[in-house]
């Protein structure tokens, strides 16, 4: 968290077991959380339905889920430096 981190959630088949508790640690220290598909074949790839169901499934609440998906990559991609997107 001191050093601004975001915890990874992978949305990719085979990884979801360990969504809940991942989700359940980054909440316990406070820190932020991106969601990605992991993907290797285009049937990896993300709908906004399904990464909020995965959100969810997760252990977050809706505002979370939102947050997750819409602010924590554009606050991601300011941190790397990439202010256009």
């Known amino acids: ?3 601004g981190l975001f915890i990874e959630g992978a949305a990719r088949r085979g ?3 360990a969504k809940g508790h991942v989700v359940k ?3 316990a220290a406070g820190a932020r959380m991106v969601l990605d ?3 290797h074949e285009p049937g ?3 709908t906004r339905e399904f990464a909020m169901s995965v959100a969810q499934g997760s252990g977050m609440d809706q505002e979370e889920a939102i947050s997750l998906l819409d602010a924590a990559p554009l ?4 941190k790397v430096g990439i202010q256009r997107y």
């Open 1 to 3: 968290v001191r050093s």
């Open 15 to 17: 990884h979801g077991t």
């Open 25 to 27: 640690t980054a909440k």
């Open 37 to 39: 598909s992991d993907a």
């Open 44 to 46: 990896d790839l993300l």
């Open 75 to 78: 606050e991601l991609l300011k």
